[in-house]
């Protein structure tokens, strides 16, 4: 356990569905970010929320819709998504400070996409 | 132009022998570095993080650094079956929320 969950581990859903992902760090940090992993690809950023407000949107589709209501849980709302999104999907947390940033990853959602 | 280079693998050790994992980087603003481990089917996990030109020891874990060049090294001693994972070399501006991975070399120790 790293002190940060994710749920739902995995996760099963057809293209016009809703789903959301939902991650919450008992760590204390402040900054918050999902990362989408697939096969034989680097870690890819999506979004970055730094004390609850958005400073990344690193040019992610709008069928991914990210929520921080607090600094200890983020969700990722998910609509009409593709095939191709199926991925693992990791949310990390840190504690924003000068200098390095260092990441503490949750276990992942496995999403697929039928 | 990928921002962090790193060969996927597989790299294969003997068990004992030094593994030795090597990562490019192409934003010559970037200051700090980081190995992440990810065993198949858990989360990316820090091992090692360093900053400045040289080497960095921990335990059996030696990171190098070398800005001029852009590129940074892991190197396992004593290499245990255990380390078989893939290794993730980061990169990050000071101050920056953005942290640039790499593809990930997988590396497998042979007992």
């Known amino acids: 356990e790293t002190g940060v969950t994710q749920t739902p581990r995995h996760l099963v859903m057809g293209m016009t569905n809703k789903k959301s992902l939902k991650c919450e760090q008992h760590?204390?940090?402040?900054?918050m970010y999902w990362y989408k992993q697939s096969a034989k690809k680097p870690l890819e950023l999506m979004f970055v929320?730094?004390?609850?407000?958005?400073?990344e949107n690193n040019s992610v589709p709008s069928r991914f819709s990210p929520e921080c209501p607090n600094s200890s849980h983020l969700f990722l709302h998910l609509h009409t998504l593709q095939p191709e999104d199926s991925a693992l999907y990791l949310c990390?947390?840190?504690?924003?400070?000068?200098?390095?940033?260092?990441?503490?990853f949750g276990a992942g959602s496995r999403l697929t996409v039928l | 132009q990928k921002e962090v280079e790193q060969n996927s693998g597989p790299l294969s050790v003997p068990e004992g022998a030094i593994a030795s994992l090597n990562c490019t980087y192409s934003?010559?603003?970037?200051?700090?570095f980081f190995w992440y481990r990810q065993y198949s089917g858990k989360s990316p996990e820090l091992i090692m993080s360093?900053?400045?030109?040289g080497d960095k020891e921990d335990g059996r874990f030696t990171a190098q650094l070398n800005k001029a060049s852009q590129y940074v090294s892991l190197l396992i001693r004593d290499s245990q079956p255990s380390d078989s994972a893939t290794y993730l070399c980061?990169?990050?501006?000071?101050?920056?929320?953005?942290?640039?991975f790499g593809q990930g070399t997988r590396l497998t120790i042979n007992p």
């Open positions: 990390a947390s840190s504690h924003k400070s000068s200098g390095a940033n260092v990441l503490t």
């Open positions: 760590l204390g940090h402040n900054a």
């Open positions: 929320y730094s004390l609850e407000e958005r400073v």
């Open positions: 934003d010559r603003g970037s200051q700090s």
């Open positions: 360093i900053y400045s030109n």
């Open positions: 980061a990169a990050t501006r000071e101050g920056a929320q953005k942290l640039v």
